[in-house]
């Protein structure tokens, strides 16, 4: 199985700053990797497909990077509802396997 | 629009089995499948398996093969999943998510808490 791994494991930032999460995959992957958001509570939101594509009615605030092993999530002017656990997923190959996650605090 | 709406809670003892059903609607239930994904307590995201609507193609990771089969009903745009002999360990929070293609998922179930306990 592919192992996923994610830096930091948290994260405490003020309004309007600039974060950059790392999802790091243990075999290459292409670009066949996904990021996820979720608040407590509540069910995951699918944020980035592909790594860098958002989907339909994500704020262009976010943006995905990487391919093969490296991979970033990036959250420019980060506001209060951006706080939320992150999840990073390969999908190139089953299981389709999540990093641990990196939760983000304002 | 597209919605995935799953049963309710369950309180289940050890060695039972479960049955987590998402409601689909919003689309062509054929035309996309259909992951779930498992939460335990606290934790992270796991992934279970994947079935294909159209024609039942299924595949469950290996942690849980033996113990879980997903399965559909065409006729009422719902896909079941249940997981056999439950444990302790097995509490968790069920997700079922649609996949935009194979792989990526995009629309989310709100999740089904199940309760192993004796």
């Known amino acids: 199985d592919i192992q996923m791994t994610q830096s930091p494991s948290s994260l405490s930032a003020s309004v309007g700053d600039r974060v950059t999460i790392t999802c790091r995959a243990s075999?290459?992957?292409?670009?066949?990797l996904a990021w996820f958001q979720q608040k407590p509570g509540k069910a995951p939101k699918s944020l980035i497909y592909a790594a860098s594509t958002l989907h339909s009615g994500v704020p262009s605030k976010f943006s995905g990077s990487g391919s093969r092993t490296d991979f970033t999530l990036t959250i420019s002017s980060l506001q209060p509802e951006d706080s939320a656990t992150y999840y990073c997923q390969q999908y190139d190959s089953s299981p389709f396997t999540f990093g641990p996650g990196t939760k983000v605090d304002i | 629009q597209v919605q995935l709406v799953q049963s309710g809670a369950e309180v289940k003892k050890p060695g039972a089995s479960v049955k987590v059903s998402c409601k689909t609607s919003g689309y062509t239930f054929t035309s996309s499948y259909i992951h779930w994904v498992r939460q335990a307590p606290g934790q992270g995201l796991e992934w279970m398996g994947i079935i294909n609507p159209n024609g039942g193609y299924t595949r469950y990771t290996q942690r849980f093969q033996g113990r879980v089969t997903m399965t559909t009903d065409t006729s009422t745009s719902t896909v079941y999943m249940e997981l056999s002999s439950l444990r302790s360990d097995d509490t968790a929070l069920f997700y079922c998510?649609?996949?935009?293609?194979?792989?990526?998922?995009?629309?989310w179930g709100q999740g089904t808490l199940v309760a192993v306990s004796s």
């Open positions: 998510a649609r996949g935009k293609d194979y792989a990526t998922t995009d629309y």
């Open positions: 075999h290459g992957v292409s670009n066949n």
